[in-house]
């Protein structure tokens, strides 16, 4: 009997001492996915800063400008406003060159040579006339040095790579710990990742001030009597819900600051790609809007 009673201990202890170990493997293995998942959040992060500079980058290498559109009331306020110093109504250069005239005299093999020299001055007077687009040119160069402008807010930038990371990390799970994560968790989990950038995104749109650079292809939605409006639909519209408005960048330009290349371009239901520098002036919170009056597009 004591025997019996002997073994269903040892039985109980082994059983324990089994258990714990299998406690202890699972709470491991636990730690181990929830260290991974921490970093796989970490990595989920978007960089919407570097497609910004690249942004800036090309928007610094562009040449000379064709413009579409040109305000020459706003460059002319903003242009003694950034440029204090009086610019010169003329210029005035002299040239000055110094003429000789000599006598030789020949005695048998000496060749002596004299010489007598006046300097003649000409002067050179050049009107200095500051255009609108060279105004502007000078004013776009002084926002981009001092970094006023913004760039990128018309793109939704997040990393792809790191959900490719993600969907290789869960393979891991399977592979190394042998826990399997369903699909439709992990397209879920992505799926609310991505809405999380989408909304914090909206309220960066919602809170942009000052001066944006835009690159990139509006729609000419319409032409009033006395303005071209363009319209910009924003890719994170993609990851809002369906039954959730538009978020769309407008601008509405002037037709008396139209040129002939925008005249000719502009065609309502067209769709153009520009580069346009402008000024926020309002978010409609109700229709999603990021109102802008353009400067400047070519």
Same mark, same amino acid.
């Given at each position: 009997?004591?025997?019996?009673?002997?073994?269903?201990?040892?039985?109980?202890?082994?059983?324990?001492?089994?258990?714990?170990?299998?406690?202890?493997?699972?709470?491991?293995?636990?730690?181990?996915?929830?260290?991974?998942?921490?970093?796989?959040?970490?990595?989920?992060?978007?960089?919407?800063?570097?497609?910004?500079?690249?942004?800036?980058?090309?928007?610094?290498?562009?040449?000379?400008?064709?413009?579409?559109?040109?305000?020459?009331?706003?460059?002319?306020?903003?242009?003694?406003?950034?440029?204090?110093?009086?610019?010169?109504?003329?210029?005035?250069?002299?040239?000055? =060159? @110094?003429? %000789? /005239?000599?006598?030789?005299?020949?005695?048998?093999?000496? $060749?002596?040579?004299?010489? #007598? +020299?006046?300097?003649?001055?000409?002067?050179?007077?050049?009107?200095?006339?500051?255009?609108?687009?060279?105004?502007?040119?000078?004013?776009?160069?002084?926002?981009?040095?001092?970094?006023?402008?913004?760039?990128?807010?018309?793109?939704?930038?997040?990393?792809?790579?790191?959900?490719?990371?993600?969907?290789?990390?869960?393979?891991?799970?399977?592979?190394?710990?042998?826990?399997?994560?369903?699909?439709?968790?992990?397209?879920?989990?992505?799926?609310?990742?991505?809405?999380?950038?989408?909304?914090?995104?909206?309220?960066?749109?919602?809170?942009?001030?000052?001066?944006?650079?835009?690159?990139?292809?509006?729609?000419?939605?319409?032409?009033?009597?006395?303005?071209?409006?363009?319209?910009?639909?924003?890719?994170?519209?993609?990851?809002?819900? =369906? @039954?959730? %408005? /538009?978020?769309?960048?407008?601008?509405?330009?002037?037709? $008396?600051?139209?040129?002939? #290349? +925008?005249?000719?371009?502009?065609?309502?239901?067209?769709?153009?790609?520009?580069?346009?520098?402008?000024?926020?002036?309002?978010?409609?919170?109700?229709?999603?809007?990021?109102?802008?009056?353009?400067?400047?597009?070519?």
């Amino acid at each position: 009997m004591i025997e019996y009673i002997a073994a269903a201990v040892a039985g109980i202890a082994i059983g324990v001492s089994i258990g714990s170990w299998l406690i202890k493997r699972n709470v491991a293995r636990i730690e181990n996915i929830s260290a991974m998942v921490d970093e796989i959040r970490s990595k989920l992060e978007p960089d919407r800063g570097s497609v910004a500079q690249k942004k800036k980058e090309v928007f610094q290498k562009m040449g000379p400008k064709t413009f579409y559109y040109l305000d020459e009331s706003q460059v002319k306020d903003l242009y003694p406003q950034v440029f204090q110093e009086l610019e010169p109504k003329r210029i005035e250069t002299r040239e000055s =060159k @110094e003429t %000789k /005239k000599g006598i030789a005299a020949k005695l048998r093999l000496i $060749e002596p040579k004299y010489e #007598s +020299g006046r300097a003649e001055e000409k002067t050179k007077i050049y009107d200095v006339e500051q255009t609108p687009p060279m105004m502007y040119n000078r004013v776009e160069q002084y926002l981009l040095e001092k970094d006023r402008m913004t760039f990128g807010v018309e793109e939704f930038e997040f990393d792809k790579s790191s959900i490719d990371e993600f969907k290789s990390m869960c393979e891991q799970m399977q592979s190394k710990f042998n826990f399997n994560i369903p699909k439709d968790l992990q397209a879920n989990f992505v799926s609310d990742k991505m809405r999380e950038f989408t909304l914090q995104r909206v309220k960066e749109l919602s809170g942009s001030t000052g001066y944006v650079a835009i690159q990139t292809e509006f729609s000419i939605i319409d032409i009033p009597d006395d303005a071209y409006i363009l319209s910009f639909v924003h890719p994170l519209n993609e990851y809002l819900p =369906k @039954e959730d %408005k /538009k978020v769309r960048i407008r601008a509405t330009c002037a037709k $008396e600051c139209m040129t002939s #290349s +925008g005249v000719s371009t502009f065609k309502k239901d067209k769709s153009v790609k520009i580069t346009c520098l402008g000024k926020v002036v309002s978010w409609d919170n109700e229709d999603k809007i990021l109102e802008i009056t353009p400067i400047a597009i070519y």
